[in-house]
């Protein structure tokens, strides 16, 4: 049906929410009111997959761009930190391939609840790679490990979560002011008044 694209009603000038289930969650009509975002999220998509879809995914006059690219790789496929930046950097391409300045932001990859010392400091490599990126590349980036979504261990905390990998209404609202506040070119456009 025509209702379930996005792309069908898609407006020039739209901001593509892309990434796995914390995009497909996101609540964007209730916490970026009256702004042209488009969610373009599907749980449980990789990188790979992501940038697969990417060409026929998106409307032809993007005006930016929100990221959540890495968590099911850094989940699932185990993959080094280094390989998630370079995919990351690979999404960021194609989306920059027509508008070389177009605003994009990447959200850092969430904790889960109750993460190992180790698994906490192999994620810690994974933003600190996607964060050189961002750098390298002049997009936002948007750490999400710091309260109050993570705990004092830096794990997802129950309080700001739906589930054991999944933020919750708080969680989201937060994430949402970081957005506005740490996004950059990108966090305007999102800025309500």
């Not at 996101?26 to 042209?36: A, I, R, S, Y």
Request: negative net charge; hydrophobic residues 40%.
């Amino acid at each position: 049906p025509q209702c379930d694209d996005p792309l069908a009603n898609a407006q020039p000038g739209s901001i593509a929410f892309l990434g796995s289930s914390t995009i497909e969650r996101f609540p964007l009509q209730e916490l970026f009111p009256g702004k042209n975002c488009l969610n373009l999220g599907i749980g449980n998509e990789s990188a790979p997959s992501l940038i697969d879809r990417l060409e026929q995914s998106l409307p032809k006059a993007l005006g930016g761009a929100v990221l959540y690219v890495g968590s099911i790789d850094f989940r699932n496929s185990q993959r080094r930190p280094a390989a998630i930046a370079v995919l990351a950097g690979t999404v960021i391409d194609h989306l920059r391939a027509s508008t070389p300045d177009l605003p994009v932001a990447l959200i850092g990859v969430l904790p889960e609840q109750s993460m190992n010392a180790p698994l906490l400091a192999r994620l810690e490599q994974v933003n600190a790679a996607l964060q050189a990126l961002c750098n390298q590349r002049g997009c936002a980036f948007i750490s999400t490990a710091r309260p109050p979504v993570t705990d004092e261990s830096g794990s997802l905390n129950p309080a700001m979560a739906a589930d054991r990998l999944h933020l919750g209404p708080q969680g989201y609202a937060h994430l949402a002011r970081w957005l506005t506040e740490d996004g950059g070119a990108l966090g305007q456009l999102l800025q309500t008044d």
